[in-house]
C-alpha cells in the first residue's frame, strides 16, 4: 500500500505564474488536508476536503489559492499569480475517517520556489 | 488561539546520549498532544501521542508526558541512536476540530 504522494517533489515557478501541487491519497483514504510551512514556522492548516467537498478552508489565503478534490484522481492545491511569499512545503494528509489521527498519513510534501 | 512552543535547533548529540526536546503550548480547553516526526525524504509520522491531562505518549524509546499544570509535553528519550536523526514536530488539537496546530520543528543530529 503506497503512502501518500505528492508530485511534483521540488517546484520552482517565477512570480505571476501558476502552480499546481498534487496529492495522492493512501488507498482507502477518502479525506485530505493541506498544510503550508513557511520558512522558520511550523506547519499551518490550509484546508480539509472529503471527495468533492470542502469541509473546512479557514486557513486558505482569501485570494489566488483554491483546492479539489474530485471524485476520481488526486487532490489538487493550486495556486494563481504565485508571489515571493508563497513559497513554503506543502504538505497533504489523508486519513480513512476524520480526526482519526492514528490514521492520518503526511506525504514527504512539495517545495515550491517562487523566483 | 492556540499554539505551539517548540525548543530551537538544530541539535546535535551524541549516540546513547539523553534527549529532551522542550515543547509548551497555548490552548483552548483540553486538547490532544502530538509529536510528530520527520525522516529525511519522508513525510511526517505519528510518533506518539496524549488525549488528557497527565497521561504519558511513548513510542520507540520516546515518551512524553501531558502536563497540564505547566502546559507542556516535552520529548524524552535516555539513549539516542544515529537512526533518530530526523526533524520532530509537536502538536495540538483541541476537541472538536480537525486542525493540528504544529511548532515549527526541532531537528535532531546524533553522531556515533
Known amino acids: 500500500n503506497a503512502g501518500v504522494m505528492q508530485n511534483p517533489r521540488h517546484l520552482v515557478r517565477r512570480r505571476g505564474q501558476e502552480a499546481r501541487l498534487r496529492c495522492s491519497p493512501m488507498?482507502?483514504?477518502?479525506?485530505v488536508y493541506w498544510y503550508r510551512q513557511l520558512p522558520e514556522e511550523g506547519l499551518k492548516f490550509m484546508v480539509y476536503?472529503?471527495?468533492?467537498?470542502?469541509?473546512?478552508e479557514s486557513g486558505m489565503p482569501k485570494e489566488r489559492f483554491s483546492a479539489e478534490f474530485p471524485k476520481e484522481g488526486p487532490s489538487i492545491l493550486r495556486i494563481q499569480q504565485v508571489v515571493r511569499g508563497d513559497s513554503a512545503a506543502y504538505f497533504c494528509?489523508?486519513?480513512?475517517?476524520?480526526?482519526?489521527?492514528?490514521?492520518?498519513?503526511f506525504g514527504s510534501g512539495t517545495q515550491l520556489s517562487v523566483l | 488561539g492556540d499554539s505551539v512552543t517548540q525548543m530551537e535547533g538544530p541539535v546535535t548529540l551524541s549516540e546513547e546520549a539523553c534527549l529532551t526536546i522542550?515543547?509548551?503550548?497555548?490552548?483552548?480547553?483540553?486538547?490532544?498532544l502530538f509529536w510528530y516526526v520527520q525522516y529525511p525524504g519522508e513525510g511526517l509520522q505519528l510518533l506518539l501521542k496524549?488525549?488528557?491531562?497527565?497521561d504519558k505518549g511513548s513510542n520507540k524509546g520516546f515518551e512524553a508526558t501531558y502536563r497540564k499544570e505547566t502546559t507542556s509535553f516535552h520529548l524524552e528519550k535516555g539513549s539516542v541512536q544515529v537512526s533518530d536523526s530526523a526533524v520532530y514536530f509537536c502538536?495540538?488539537?483541541?476537541?472538536?476540530?480537525?486542525?493540528?496546530?504544529f511548532g515549527t520543528g526541532t531537528r535532531l543530529t546524533i553522531i556515533p
Open positions: 496524549a488525549t488528557k491531562a497527565d
Open positions: 488507498k482507502g483514504h477518502s479525506h
Open positions: 502538536a495540538l488539537r483541541n476537541f472538536g476540530n480537525e486542525k493540528l496546530t
Open positions: 494528509a489523508s486519513s480513512p475517517v476524520g480526526g482519526e489521527y492514528e490514521k492520518l498519513f
Open positions: 476536503l472529503q471527495k468533492e467537498n470542502i469541509i473546512d
Open positions: 522542550n515543547c509548551t503550548y497555548t490552548a483552548t480547553g483540553y486538547p490532544s
